[in-house]
């Protein structure tokens, strides 16, 4: 709908119309009166993308996701990269669903919206190629890395994460711990158990691999917990283990319920660590749930700074956020 076909049925100039649109205090009451019916009646909406782009400039930044604001915990790279916008950017949220004809499409309308960059965000850390070398803005990529090295990545540091869960279990005197661990073949999976593992080795104790299960089966967004039975049945062993790490706080709660069916107390009998620090789980779960956070927040707030930067500060190539131990009441010191 156009100001000039607004101006034909009202019998009215364009510039009246686009002065009754944009507000104009100067226009009559009378005219605006006039005006505004045939506005509402053509459903016109204001072509703010048209005007940037005239401009020359957009202070609308893209964020685009495969199936990231599926996940609870993630939203949170969303409200990290709003919080970094500052006042007069807007946000331009889309979401692929992992369709890629649907994510070249995503990227023409960025394009058409002259946006001034775009963050990239995964449902989980893997690594992803996107094929926009002729984009023309700053392409971030959040929770996830380019394969092929050519945009700033920016992901959490998941081994650091599982050398925080081993390394507190460990200071506090437990040496035969379980492992009920995510899907294999997953960068998480992979990269936590080796911070295990090199939490062990610092710590000069041997890591018992017939006490690490896996929690979960199936493909990734399609995924089977087998937590609760792979826990009982390490919790049912004669020699039980005294702490189990958990992949993530979901799997946490399955652990939970196969230590009650027990009979088991946590943490007195068996202490358990997470892995997110999604509060819904780890706050309310009793005992509160020790665990690592997921640093979803700071990476959608550093994203959104690195869409800012210039050339000349030498952007990382690959950026590892910090993932904190978030200490709790699950686990207990050994005497």
Known sequence: MTLRLIAEKAGVSVKTVSRVVNGDPAVAAKTREHVLPF???LDYVPNSA???????SSTILGLMTDAVATTPYSVD??????????????????SSD?????????WRMFQAHRVSGVVYA???HRAHVIDQQSFGSPIILANCYAADGVQPSIIPDDEAGGYAQARHLLARGHRRIACVTLIPGIEATRLRAAGIRRAFR??????????EQRGMTGEVGHEVMAAFSVARELLARKNRPTAIICGNDQVAIQVYAA???????????????????LKLISETLC??????ALPYFDIGRLAVRLTRATAEEGLARLTRVDCPLVERDSCRALN
Not at 202 to 211: H, P
Not at 261 to 266: E, K, N, Q, Y
């Open 39 to 41: 506005i509402e009646a």
């Open 50 to 56: 048209a005007r940037q782009m005239r401009g020359g």
């Open 77 to 94: 790279i969303v409200r990290g990269a709003q919080a970094e916008l500052g006042a007069g950017r807007q946000l331009m949220i889309v």
């Open 98 to 106: 992992g369709d890629p004809a649907r994510e070249a499409s995503l």
């Open 122 to 124: 995964a449902m989980y």
């Open 202 to 211: 610092e710590a000069g104790v041997t890591f018992d691999e017939s006490l």
């Open 259 to 277: 230590a009650a069916s027990l009979g088991l107390a946590i943490p007195q009998d068996v202490s358990v660590i997470g892995f997110d620090d």
């Open 287 to 292: 005992p509160a749930l020790t665990t690592v």
